[in-house]
């Protein structure tokens, strides 16, 4: 039986880039059942799909995922815009059935209000300084592919994944007082709005800790952390990250028949991988649910 949770909020998938965990990210959402599901920005990477992106089968199955959970659990969906996938400012707003597709939200549950943005509109690189985020993106890209390569050798090795760029990231000084100033201020605004917390992606850092009152909420990425942020149907929420899932658990309970056969005619279960190893503002509308 699936899990099911009241919001699961997602984020930063890139779909489009080779980085993207397009299968990872369609895998996680068969596992789940929810009410509402937020598609917190960069979902689909405008940027890349410009230069040397290509769009592929998998990425396609990933919006077959969401259709089945809008047609099979009457999921709601809310896809904000991110900066990679600014092109959708051409149709803002627009709501299809139960898909809705906005800049941002707000989100009250449990007599709590969140502010759900993506987070590039609080960054003074993209919204001022176009070309410096997209020579930003190049770096990121190449340290990307570079990453790759690294985990091909560890995987052969037979090593753990690392994450190349989280490590890059936490050794540069400068890397670390952006991220702290982004969360700060983002705090300070959902504070402005009258808010108990903001949700957020854009940094690719997962992240749910309280900032001086206000209930901090990153969704992290799937290019790398593989993560999700879920409420459950008591208010609570939590993060979840797709290495610490127990798909051979859901595997085996998902196969148990419901009767008894014959000792002789038992199929033992087949044994599978869990991971993927592939080389390959404004005033918001509120939604109150």
């Not at 997209?134 to 592919?145: H, M, P, R």
């Not at 028949?257 to 503002?281: G, K, N």
Request: proline share 3%; glycine share 6%; net charge positive.
């Amino acid at each position: 039986m699936k899990t099911s949770f009241k919001t699961i909020v997602i984020s930063d998938v890139h779909l489009g880039t080779k980085g993207s965990k397009a299968k990872e990210i369609s895998r996680f959402l068969k596992q789940y059942r929810c009410e509402n599901l937020i598609l917190n920005g960069d979902i689909i990477d405008g940027w890349q799909l410009k230069k040397s992106g290509s769009w592929k089968r998998k990425h396609t199955r990933f919006f077959n995922r969401i259709l089945k959970m809008i047609e099979q659990s009457q999921t709601n969906v809310y896809y904000l815009r991110g900066n990679h996938d600014d092109f959708l400012e051409q149709i803002l707003p627009l709501q299809i059935g139960r898909l809705h597709i906005l800049t941002d939200m707000n989100y009250e549950s449990f007599g709590k209000k969140y502010f759900i943005t993506h987070g590039d509109v609080f960054d003074s690189i993209t919204t001022n300084l176009r070309w410096i985020a997209y020579l930003g993106d190049v770096g990121y890209t190449f340290l990307l592919w570079l990453n790759r390569v690294v985990n091909y050798y560890r995987f052969k090795a037979g090593l753990p994944y690392y994450s190349l760029s989280q490590y890059i990231k936490s050794k540069i000084k400068k890397a670390i007082s952006f991220i702290d100033d982004y969360e700060t201020e983002l705090a300070k605004m959902a504070k402005a709005k009258g808010c108990d917390g903001i949700i957020c992606g854009h940094i690719h850092k997962a992240e749910n800790r309280m900032i001086d009152g206000i209930h901090y909420l990153n969704s992290g990425d799937w290019v790398e952390t593989m993560s999700a942020l879920a409420e459950d149907h008591e208010g609570n929420w939590q993060l979840i990250y797709y290495r610490e899932i127990d798909f051979r658990g859901i595997q085996a309970e998902t196969q148990l028949t419901p009767f008894p056969l014959p000792e002789a005619t038992i199929i033992p279960l087949r044994q599978v991988s869990f991971e993927s190893r592939s080389d390959d503002d404004i005033t918001p509308p509120t939604i109150r649910l």
